[in-house]
């Protein structure tokens, strides 16, 4: 269960800046410990690059809190918060901290990213609403970081409430546009808080959202599927089993963001490279990764999107077909 807003403030985020504090006091120590046992692992380096890698985190994350306080006093202790010269200051906060995570884990972990789609030009001048697969270690941190630094763009992202527990993500989402919500909770008001978030989106906005509702695993296929066929959608159902990468979206969010923001273009991304670490033990085994992400982004017009309710969930599940598809096509070449 989350703790309260005031202990995560007061407690959570100031014992995130002394854990970096003791952790970069003992980094003799973590060294000697990380070389002596790299030998013993899998990989080149293994210990030393994840502890590079959780090192830096640690230093992003609590200068990124120290920044942040200073920007609160600044600010009149929160009262000017809201106000566009702060929002830029916290979005340039943002764009700093991907930027370096994202050429951390390209050198210490060997991650290379490929795009497929339309370039970064073709984005501009017009909202966007953008629908992402789902799967694997750090997705959202990737399409984040491509929003922000490749694609010049400010995110409004829907979250899982636990996500809160990390103080840097808290405290910096719950300063600029994005909803934490619970899943499986208040089905009616998580669709609200999703149309309000869409609402008077800007030419530099993009509305993230992950119709899955959850990182694909088999397991959650398996019960994506059974779920519609409780509910009696059984023709989706049998859809939902012909897609193997993917698991079968849940329209309810993005509708309401289509609503919402009717003059944004759609764009929907589908990525492969990652998806087959479910669990803590394939992340760990996969280190240093050494591997390729692809990643595919097709820009769909305004005046493309169908407007018709029944029409939007065929759509959308058109859509994951093809994701599926990509998808499918992809490991078939690197097989």
Known sequence: ??????????????????????????????LFVAAAASPWLPGRFRGLRVLFVVL????LESLVLVAMFVLWVVSGFGWRLRTPWFQQAHYRLV???LAEMFSVCEVALKVRVDVEG???ASYTGR?????CRHAGPG??????HALVNWYNREPRIVLKDSLQWDPAIDIMLNRLPSRFIRPGHDADGTIAQIAELATDLDDNDAFVIFPE???????RRERAISRLHRLGLHRMAERAESMLHVLAPRPG?????LDAAPEADVVWVAHTGVDDLIGVADIWRALPMDRAIEMRWWLVPASEVPRDRDAQIEWLFAWWERIDEWIASRKQAAA
Request: glycine content about 4%.
């Open 213 to 219: 509702g959850g990182n694909f695993t088999p397991k």
């Open 56 to 59: 830096v985190h640690l230093a």
């Open 127 to 131: 909202p966007l609403l953008v629908c």
């Open 139 to 144: 997705d959202s941190f990737l399409l984040a």
């Open 1 to 30: 269960m989350l703790p309260p807003r005031w202990v995560r403030r007061v407690i959570l985020a100031p014992a995130m800046i002394a854990i970096t504090l003791v952790a970069f006091t003992l980094v003799p120590v973590w």
């Open 95 to 97: 764009e700093l901290y």
């Open 253 to 257: 969010g993005v509708l309401a963001a």
């Open 118 to 120: 339309p370039a970064p």
